[in-house]
């Protein structure tokens, strides 16, 4: 998947104020590129029945 | 006592004649200003000296130490604090330029902590921009040098805290670790790093930081003056709702106890999949030697670390939220690496910001259920070693690696999931390469257990091929 330059540089200057050059877009995009590398790893996972909660299973409470 | 010897002393060490009055708080801190004066030239591993404060901080405790008032290990003992860690009264930049002139009011829970257990606060230490990054090469404040070889990185972001400890310019240092900011530096400078559980510490004070996974935590140059300083700064802060209302234990409890039939963890996945040979014959040997302890060793699988690189996606969404008032009023003021890579988390959908926490749910559980069949996980601190100043890519099995900026996370691959875990994780010198710069062990422990994790690196200290090694600069 890719994404326009104008759509990039329409949010940046939306949601921050400032405009970006297609020469700085080309800066940020091996992050982007890490994103949705990453996003297309996660299609085939089923994350459906995936249960919030909590890892730290210390007793709270006790005297400190 | 000459100033050398002085300085290359461990907290565990100097605590005892401080105590009995053999070492004076001023003479101390004397030694560690000289020491400051002969290498910040050379290590620019402060933003802020505070000469004058340390100065009177050390009166301050050497006058209480003559009325008996005694505060424990670390009183009178110099230390270091990261430039992101606010301190009232002393200008906290974050090393960026947004904050050049930033003084907070109050000082950080941490800071506050150390202060009444007698700690003198030498400077505020060179940090990446903002944290956010692992070389430690400030494009406002300038680079930080390792002390074992200048022209190298010491890793970061807590780099000056990394350097000033290694070279015996600091006894500890405070830095912060949302990634592996803590145990890079720590690594990358052959000193000891620690990241303990999430919810140990309190993050009040930490400027700019993350909603999900950052940590405030000690660099020393041993794992006994480690236990010492979490002692000294873990506990519940009702102010702080990130913290856990657990007891804290005896850190130090468990030094010296045998290894044998302690049960340790090798992951078959993921930690040892892209590694420099160098560090990964370095970190085998650490494990046989653990082995040669009495340690008993299995193979272990975390299957979802597949999945590990989404961790990031949370962590660019987050990062953008903190970073959004800022860049609105002071972008111009950002560095290009921090602001380049900042800006991608605007692109993350709410979607995969889900999915991403889901992730880090189920990477959870597998740690949770590796560690009800061993007590510890012994890994790399990081795939590489140090890399030169100028370098931005590093080379692994024939793959280039960004190493700062966007794209760049090679060097947190190890690190950065006990930050999404919570898990406590400390790194510990197990060598040398070739070209002479350190390589590091990591242990990851279960949550709250730091003391085994302390139990562990104490005993491989003492069989460490890098025990009572110091860089030439320490004494040059």
Known sequence: MSIPNETLQAMIRSYHGFALTDDELELMRPELDNYLKEVEKLRALNLANVMSGRLLRAQEGEAL | MAD?????????????????????????TEAVLAQVARLQPVLNSFITVLHDQARRQAREQEA???????????????IGIKDNIATAGI????GSKVFTDYVPEEDAYVVSRCKEAGAIMIGKENLEEFAAGSTSNNLHYGAVHNPWNVDYIPGGSSGGGGANVAACVTFASLGTDLGGSVRGPANFCGVVGLKQTYGRVSQRGLMVTSFNGDHIGPITRSVQDSALMLQAIAGYDPLDPSTVP??????????????????MGIPSNYYFDIIDPEVETAVRQAIAALEALGVEAREVALPTMQYAGALRIAGMADSVVTHEPYL?????DYGPTVLYRTLAGQFVLGRDYAKALQVQRLIKEDYARVLQDVDFLVTPAAPVAAWRIDTETVLLDGQAYPVRGPGAGITARCT?????????????PCGFTHAGLPIGLQLIGRPFEEARLFQVAHGYES???????RPPLVTV
């Open chain 2, 4 to 28: 050398t010897a002085l300085v290359t002393m461990t907290i565990a060490e100097l605590a005892p004649k401080i105590k009995a009055k053999a070492i004076s708080p001023v003479e101390l």
């Open chain 2, 64 to 78: 209480a130490l003559m009325r008996g008032e005694y505060r424990g290990s670390l009183h009178g003992i110099p």
């Open chain 2, 91 to 94: 200008r906290t930049t974050v």
């Open chain 2, 246 to 263: 657990v007891p804290v234990p005896d850190f130090s409890a468990l030094l010296g106890q045998e290894l044998r039939g302690v049960k």
């Open chain 2, 328 to 332: 609105q009023t002071h972008r111009h």
């Open chain 2, 416 to 428: 950065s999931p006990s930050n999404a875990t919570g898990l406590p994780a400390m790194s510990i």
């Open chain 2, 463 to 469: 069989v460490s091929p890098s025990r009572q090694r």
